[in-house]
């Protein structure tokens, strides 16, 4: 019988109950062609690292931010920005271990420890300075920092946000502070987008906008969000919107976005039941970062055992995970910044700065494990033959580092159990027409799904699956 196409860009959706769906995407990226193609939905193997300088702390990165082309990164207790040379020029010690939130107003970088310590950095007068007026903290510590309309506006952790001096990150008035009215649930983060300030509380979200004059400049206009943040650093300004972790009253925890003047939900019900497994800890520490590569708006937000990723383009899941000390778990990237046009990112476990791109099929070296894992397939829950799988890649892609990149195949009829991995060539340096086929894969009950996995360091897409599959009568 005729070969027919087998869906397998759908993403990563694990459900509750693996027969059901148990859908991995760690790795690669689901793409969908923006015109006629080969087949319109694709996997791309996730970006690589590539280090280009290194602090040589023995502890990972707390943040990263760019000012006037220039990027910053927060490495262990110490502030460094990047020249385009790649060299490292410390500017000066940041206080604690947690992670920062950092803003600046084109002149002054201001850097904010959540215990409330601030710091700001003048890269005109090239003055490092820790923020000692005492009005700074007269309205409780100062949590996290944006930028809005000339003015720092910082939340504090006493349900009250305030701003700094017009243009002027170290100087701080007691009376400048405001309130979210319209519920009294505790602020947890402030938000810029489109110009407009939204502030972030645990259960609502308020709209403020700039009205000017001599006392404090920001009013409420009235736009008012039915839900909270519940992870201060999961919000990510990506496309003409802004994402966020957060939930309503009674509820548990699901990603949500900017959609008008309300908000809708992106999250799966396979990412809730992620979110769902964290404590409350793990899920006020999730961060979030953003970036866009080859037509794709990606936004991530890293739990304990990786990073879930979703595409604003194709609304898409999937995983990123890393090889750290020979295990594959927590993404190895916690902050993103674009400076010389490129993607720089700093490091989980120490203080390397790498280049994330698309050429690169490694992270600093070490491979990368990536997978898929198909929807079940069935025949009306009968027995069916599969005499052959054919997997369509871009094939010749190998290299001197790996010679003969090979991909595996393993399937399970139960979604918890799985045979043995069968590997295939993808094809040496310029075998273009290489085909990855299995064939003898024997019988089905009911149904069946198929794994596919690489690690070689050459370029991955996955192109298409085709097979033959003959019902039993």
Request: contains cysteine; hydrophobic residues 40%; aromatic residues 10%.
């Amino acid at each position: 019988m005729p070969k027919i196409v087998l869906p397998i860009a759908n993403g990563f959706y694990e459900s509750d109950s693996l027969p059901i769906s148990a859908q991995e995407c760690v790795n690669f990226y689901p793409n969908i062609a923006q015109a006629p193609a080969l087949n319109q939905e694709t996997l791309y193997g996730t970006a690589g690292l590539e280090e280009v300088a290194n602090t040589n702390s023995l502890t990972g990165n707390r943040g990263a931010h760019e000012m006037n082309g220039v990027p910053y990164f927060v490495v262990n207790t110490k502030l460094y920005s990047m020249a385009a040379d790649y060299t490292l020029t410390l500017i000066g010690t940041i206080e604690g271990t947690s992670r920062v939130s950092m803003a600046d107003n084109g002149t002054q970088l201001l850097v904010l420890v959540p215990s409330g310590k601030g710091y700001i950095y003048n890269h005109v007068t090239d003055a490092f300075a820790e923020i000692t007026d005492s009005d700074f903290t007269a309205n409780g510590a100062p949590q996290l920092v944006v930028y809005i309309d000339g003015f720092f506006c910082l939340t504090t952790d006493s349900k009250k946000f305030i701003v700094s001096a017009l243009n002027n990150g170290l100087s701080y008035n007691a009376l400048d502070f405001g309130t979210a009215e319209s519920d009294p649930d505790e602020i947890v983060a402030p938000i810029v987008f489109n110009n407009q300030l939204f502030i972030g509380g645990s259960q609502t979200i308020e709209a403020f906008q700039n009205i000017g004059g001599a006392d404090f400049p920001f009013q409420r206009t009235g736009l008012f969000l039915s839900k909270g943040i519940v992870s201060p650093f999961s919000i990510q300004s990506l496309q003409d919107t802004f994402v966020f972790i957060g939930a309503g009253q009674n509820e548990s925890p699901a990603i949500w976005t900017l959609q008008g003047n309300n908000v809708a939900k992106i999250s799966t019900t396979a990412i809730d039941k992620e979110l769902s497994n964290l404590t409350q800890a793990q899920i006020s520490n999730i961060f979030s970062w953003g970036y866009a590569e080859k037509g794709a708006y990606f936004v991530g937000f890293a739990i304990p055992s990786g990073a879930l990723v979703y595409d604003i383009i194709t609304k898409r899941w999937h995983e990123r995970k890393s090889v750290i000390e020979g295990d594959l778990g927590a993404y190895r990237v916690t902050a993103l910044v674009r400076a010389y046009n490129k993607i720089w990112a700093g490091d989980l476990v120490d203080g390397r700065i790498g280049n994330l791109g698309a050429e690169f099929y490694t992270e600093y070296g070490t491979e990368i494990r990536r997978s898929v894992v198909t929807q079940p397939f069935q025949n009306n829950m009968e027995s069916f033959l599969v005499p052959e799988i054919e997997l369509t890649v871009e094939s010749g892609v190998g290299n001197a580092a790996a010679p003969d990149p090979q991909i595996g195949m393993a399937r399970s009829r139960n979604a918890k159990t799985w045979s043995d991995t069968r590997f295939r060539s993808i094809g040496k340096i310029g075998e273009y027409n290489h085909r990855a086929i299995w064939r003898r894969n024997g019988r089905s009950a009911r149904f069946e799904l198929f794994r596919f996995t690489m690690s070689d360091p050459v370029k991955p897409v996955i192109i298409q699956m085709t097979a033959d599959i003959e019902g039993i009568q």
